[in-house]
């Protein structure tokens, strides 16, 4: 009876780790598909997002393709026009805000490869070993005369097929230089006058991400030092880290959208505008690699079981909704004043935790929460000098709670973390 009572209470034991672990199991799993899924929305998210940016440039390259076309076979009598379209979606595709410099790294290219190639098969022929000689010439040529990347792969190419196509087509080195210069300047032409883009929202879609990406992991960062959870700011501080995208993206179209507002007549009252954005690249950016060490710092405040004061997460979080509010003022192309008081907010309630007492890592967020309110007001398009007076005037002179009252020395109030 006791053996069959105790082998009863082992099966009940075993079920019910089992049970356990099941449910556990369970948990990670639903835990594993919600990310799966997330990840996915996301992904199909920035794709779309990706398709949005480059509708205006496909149309661009598209009706200067057939523009280029009509010009070089209607117009210049050229039966085979092919290198025409070919340099005016180069032109419009390779290099967004340099499109000048890339109308004149195609033809240089040209010239360069139709200048070896011709030479070196007046005096060898064609063939696949002159073929290879050819395009190491124009290669090492251009890159001694100091070529762009742009002009060696154009110099190479034509070489290329000059040598392939000499044989069966008579005099396509003057066709392919004309073809080079109308296919770039019907590029230009489309850019400027007949299809320009609107250069404020190509920027506001630009800042998106990086500004979204911004935000949210600021946010991250301020429920993890509610919650004393280091993991979710750790995932916070790597997604931050992969921002290269988001940063080349942003630049590239303060590029593109100088060029335009700079070529197209219909454009230029937009060049006032532009200006937010082309100075607040660099603010912008100065303000993700501060708040990488901010993040960075919360891990370890939280690792190491430091006081967390209660506005420090609201600083934090305050310097979230100042990035969003920059995003909306920039967006309506209104002068960032929300956003400017939203980051003085954030100082103040650093200000308050420092008074409150905070170790060693609690310090330095601290410190990168003024830093990067500074970029933030810099980046709303203040003077540096002016937002680090802002800065120390928002912190205040704030002691810790429990230092000796007086005039004493010892009584003077902790010196405030600076301003990066």
């Given at each position: ?29 639903a835990e594993t598909m919600m990310r799966l899924q997330h990840r996915g929305k996301a992904t199909l998210h920035d ?69 070896v190639g011709d030479l070196l098969i007046y005096f060898l022929g064609t063939g696949p070993w002159q073929l290879g ?24 190419a034509t070489a290329v097929l000059i040598v392939t196509l000499s044989p069966s087509v008579e005099h396509l080195e ?247």
């Open positions: 009876m006791a053996v069959a009572r105790d082998r009863a209470l082992s099966l009940l034991r075993r079920n019910r780790v089992r049970e356990s672990l099941s449910d556990v199991d369970t948990a990670r799993i794709r779309l997002h990706r398709v949005r940016l480059a509708l205006g440039l496909a149309g661009q390259a598209g009706l200067a393709a057939g523009l280029s076309w009509v010009a070089a076979h209607n117009l210049l009598g050229n039966p085979e026009p092919v290198f025409a379209p070919i340099s005016a979606v180069g032109t419009l595709a390779v290099s967004v805000g340099q499109r000048f410099r890339r109308t004149a790294e195609l033809i240089i290219g040209v010239g360069v490869g139709v200048a000689l050819v395009v190491t010439a124009a290669i090492v040529l251009t890159i001694f005369a100091g070529g762009s990347v742009a002009v060696v792969i154009q110099a190479a003057i066709p392919r230089f004309v073809d080079a210069l109308v296919g770039g300047s019907i590029a230009l032409l489309v850019t400027a006058i007949l299809l320009p883009l609107n250069p404020l929202r190509v920027l506001n879609r630009a800042a998106r991400p990086a500004l979204d990406l911004l935000a949210e992991q600021l946010d991250h960062t301020a429920d993890g030092l509610r919650e004393g959870d280091a993991e979710k700011i750790q995932r916070a501080l790597d997604r931050l880290r992969n921002n290269k995208q988001e940063l080349a993206t942003l630049g590239e179209a303060i590029e593109g959208a100088k060029e335009t507002a700079l070529l197209s007549p219909a454009r230029w009252h937009r060049r006032g505008e532009l200006t937010h954005y082309a100075e607040a690249a660099d603010p912008i950016e100065r303000a993700m690699r501060n708040t990488g060490t901010l993040i960075r710092r919360s891990v370890t405040l939280i690792e190491d079981a430091e006081p967390v004061p209660e506005p420090m997460p609201d600083a934090v979080a305050h310097l979230a909704e100042a990035v969003r509010l920059m995003k909306q003022e920039f967006a309506q192309g209104e002068e960032p004043v929300q956003a400017r008081e939203r980051s003085m907010r954030a100082v103040s309630e650093a200000g308050r935790a420092y008074a409150e007492g905070v170790g060693f890592s609690g310090s330095v967020v601290v410190a990168q929460v003024r830093t990067t309110a500074s970029d933030l007001m810099v980046a709303s398009g203040i003077s540096q000098e002016e937002a680090n007076r802002l800065v120390r005037q928002c912190f205040g002179e704030l002691e810790r709670p429990g230092a000796p009252a007086g005039p004493e020395p010892a009584a003077k109030p902790p010196t405030a973390p600076p301003v990066g």
